[in-house]
DNA sequence: AAACTGCGTTGACAGCTGTCAACCCTCCTC
DNA sequence: GAGGAGGGTTGACAGCTGTCAACGCAGTTT
């Protein structure tokens, strides 16, 4: 494998974003490789976790092998949610990631900040149903790659500058797995958005964003606010 | 408009609900008419709302005007959820519908049973999401009949007889919006299945499900549980 | 009764994306 | 250094599904 951001990290000291608590870290943090699955869906689990440092991917599968993949996890995101006690999702390192277990105190504690994970994490997925449904397959690699860069990006001091650049924890199958495409699209897609200036990469995961603007107007937005309100019903 | 299942209250009083507060119904609930948008994605909204009967669907726009359907609400579920205020999806009728206002001290009473139908949402939306990535027309919509039907379906006393039969409130264009299809490739499915015997329907949104069990497995299962238990990382 | 509208169905055709295959490259093992 | 495995790229081709168009039907209006 080719190194990631965390193999020499993960060597000597905590890598990058050292974030959230970076000296002293808590008692159930913990980490773990890449492409390791940490939950089933399915499968029972009482805790909650958080992810400190690396990629995430949920996913669920059909019978025959076919991967959605259905939401990717940066540093602060929420998982392991579950009905009845069973894990709705599976999920699964696509790096080398620093996650940590929430007790019961802090989940009480939290619980309105549960709530609001519960709500950003429905917000992002009815997006991504959008793009699913009734993106084309360039809007979906477009979208991809900038909301792969908010996530992983080092958010620069000034935002700009460093969100240009990233790793893209992704292989060209979790991308397709992602977008609902075949590796062989999604690759297309790249090399075209490549050789358009859109994009550069040397490496397939060394990923940077050459014409942001251009680039998320070819992802095809989503409406992001309505300038009127809505009209509560009461 | 083929009578819907309110029919015969709308005929008294103006078709699409002038009504509000019919009978002695609780303050808060209400009866809204058929197409009507109750919240707008973005827009300010301060109460959740439950749906009492009738059929609301959850969606979200590009700026084009491609539709995507995220969700299809029937009796008991929750909506309205909002990330800062401001609603997450857009939430129309499809029938006249009796929907209720929940007020902060039934908020308060009842967080768990809202982070809980937090959670069942999630868990509907990514299954849709697998749906809309990975399965064919003839999956999606053989999928969308099963899920129909056990929304709608008056769920009789032994189950499954009553399962059957049920009104399809979604006209051809919101199943297509709903499964990421056009409505020509939803009717050809229809009729297709039609055909085959798996189901039967004379006018467009009485459907009545022939063989509910070829029509799951044409749905092409995701897998419902998975045996081992999930492997917690703690 | 005629005309109109919305919705649904059906056919012909096109094209986007999937399928199949070959090949390259890097990394790892032996 | 040879060989193998995994991931990525590219080309040829096929087919599923979208596009475009015509038409039917029911309900409503004029």
Redesign the interface.
């Known amino acids: 494998m080719p190194e990631t951001q965390f193999a020499v990290a993960s060597a000597a000291a905590p890598p990058l974003a050292s974030l959230t608590r970076p000296a002293r870290l808590p008692a159930?943090s913990?980490v773990?490789g890449e492409n390791f699955?940490?939950?089933?869906?399915?499968?029972?689990?009482?805790?909650l976790?958080r992810v400190l440092d690396g990629c995430i991917v949920?996913s669920?599968?059909?019978?025959?092998g076919?991967?959605?993949i259905?939401d990717v996890l940066g540093p602060g995101r929420l998982f392991g949610?579950?009905?009845d006690g069973?894990?709705?999702?599976t999920a699964e390192t696509l790096s080398i990631a620093r996650?940590e277990?929430l007790g019961d105190a802090e989940l009480l504690a939290n619980?309105s900040a549960?709530?609001?994970e519960?709500?950003?994490?429905?917000?992002r997925?009815?997006?991504?149903?959008?793009l699913?449904?009734?993106?084309t397959a360039s809007e979906k690699v477009a979208s991809a790659l900038v909301e792969l860069s908010r996530i992983f990006s080092h958010s620069g001091r000034n935002g700009n500058p460093a969100r240009l650049s990233f790793h893209l924890h992704l292989t060209r199958a979790d991308l397709a797995?992602?977008?609902?495409l075949t590796v062989e699209t999604v690759s297309r897609c790249l090399n075209r958005f490549k050789r358009e200036g859109l994009i550069d990469f040397s490496h397939p995961k060394t990923m940077r964003l050459l014409d942001p603007e251009r680039l998320e107007a070819a992802a095809?937005?989503?409406?992001?606010?309505?300038a009127?309100?809505?009209?509560?019903?009461?």
Chains 1, 2 share one sequence.
Do not use: M, Y
């Open positions: 159930r913990r773990v699955t940490l939950l089933f869906e399915g499968g029972r689990n009482r805790s976790f949920l669920q599968l059909l019978d025959d076919r991967r959605q259905t949610f579950t009905i069973r894990n709705i999702a996650i277990a619980n549960i709530a609001g519960l709500k950003t994490t429905l917000h997925l009815q997006a991504h149903a959008t699913l449904g009734r993106k797995d992602w977008l609902g095809g937005f989503t409406r992001q606010r309505l009127g309100s809505g009209r509560p019903p009461s």
